[in-house]
């Protein structure tokens, strides 16, 4: 069996040997050799992004491609009131991306065929099809849009389209004169990478062409919290004691 | 009740000495719309109750006016209870029966409700029970 020590073994190890030397080597991986993203994680970070008051990441406005004629409206539309200006507070849902940035855990779930990623903030999940589906049709525009994913390469990339108007991140908090909303004609795409094996680089495309003259990104990084798996996910029922609504509190 | 700023801070019964704790940032998705940043609550009294739900804590606290006498009952709201409990703030860090200080910002309409942004017990412990959002008074922009 000397033949097969010297001629076939090595064929089978010389490839496994150059995938284990890579840069992604110790990332985790589904069966089928796609990135596996499952674990618990930290809301999405950018190191080098404005920080505002809050807590939740927001976009940083150097990032913004220009604004088109009439863009500046739908970023600043700030009214007084709180259910326009804040709907959170009667919880209504904070919608996509800015539920993906707030400050709370997120849990990611992956097989072969989906995606799931469960917010802690409003327990929102979003279920993202890997199966190669196009978007659906004939949909009502949506807080959350109609999410498809595909792999290029180790990268997972999520084109989520049929968003209705609703706010675009906090940065309300940071300037209580703005409330930054996006349109109806938003796409957005994610790009998710392992970076290392505790880091996923998260990328956000907002393709805004009511309000901005081109799509525009912004780099994001998620760290893996696995002193959070025992922990886990908390439920979180906005409607069981919301008790001050647009200010105005109950009574006890 | 209504209780003027002044009245509120001659409502001070112990001077309590703080350990600082290293808290991260939590979301707290209605500061703004619910709290007046511009009227400040730095109170002292015994908690009556704690209402360990989402999406925030609430906790209440018999307050009394050195001024008048009486006694109100604040309530306050915290951060929600998974972040909390994440940052290591469990149900059972605020009881019924501890004399705490409370600072944080007055409800909007005026009641007696306000952010709970920080606790302080009479051994001198300190917690953040909110968060960056919740505007504590005297300090700026926590993260």
Not at chain 1, 112 to 120: S, T
Not at chain 2, 57 to 77: H, I, L
Request: aromatic share 10%; charged share 25%.
């Amino acid at each position: 069996m000397n033949w097969l020590r010297i001629f076939i073994l090595p064929l089978i190890a010389i490839p496994m040997l150059a995938q284990s030397s890579g840069a992604q080597k110790s990332v985790p991986r589904m069966p089928d050799g796609k990135p596996d993203f499952s674990g618990i994680f930290e809301w999405p970070k950018s190191p080098n992004g404005e920080h505002g008051k809050g807590s939740a990441t927001i976009f940083d406005r150097k990032n913004f491609a220009p604004l088109k004629p009439g863009g500046e409206a739908f970023l600043e539309p700030r009214t007084g009131d709180m259910r326009h200006d804040e709907p959170r507070d009667f919880c209504m849902p904070a919608g996509f991306p800015g539920g993906m940035l707030s400050a709370n855990a997120v849990r990611l779930v992956q097989n072969r065929n989906f995606l799931v990623i469960a917010h802690e903030f409003q327990n929102n999940t979003r279920l993202i099809p890997l199966d190669g589906r196009p978007h659906r049709e004939g949909l009502e525009p949506m807080f959350y849009g109609d999410p498809v994913g595909h792999w290029e390469g180790d990268t997972l990339v999520i084109d989520t389209t049929q968003f209705k108007r609703w706010a675009l991140d906090d940065y309300f908090y940071t300037n209580p004169k703005e409330f930054r909303m996006h349109s109806d004609a938003l796409h957005t795409t994610e790009r998710m990478k392992w970076k290392d094996a505790a880091t996923i680089s998260y990328q956000l495309t907002i393709d805004d062409p009511k309000i901005f003259s081109a799509a525009w990104s912004q780099d994001f990084e998620m760290k893996a919290r696995p002193d959070w798996e025992k922990m886990g996910i908390f439920e979180y029922v906005c409607e069981e004691n919301n008790r001050c609504p647009g200010g105005k509190c109950e009574k006890h | 009740m209504k209780v003027s700023n002044r009245s509120l801070f001659c409502l001070l019964i112990n001077g309590i000495g703080l350990l600082g704790l290293a808290i991260p940032a939590v979301a707290h998705h209605s500061f703004v719309a619910e709290f007046d940043e511009s009227k400040p609550v730095k109170v002292t009294g015994t908690v009556t109750k704690v209402e360990w739900q989402n999406p925030h804590v609430w906790f209440y606290v018999d307050v009394k006016d050195e001024t008048t006498g009486k006694v109100a009952n604040w309530g306050f709201s915290g951060g929600a209870p998974g972040q909390l409990m994440r940052r290591g703030v469990t149900r059972d860090v605020i009881k019924p029966g501890m004399v705490i200080k409370v600072e944080g910002y007055r409800a909007r309409d005026g009641s007696n409700n306000s952010s709970g942004g920080k606790v302080t017990f009479q051994d001198g412990r300190m917690v953040f029970t909110a968060s960056a959002e919740d505007r504590i008074p005297g300090e700026k922009d926590k993260k």
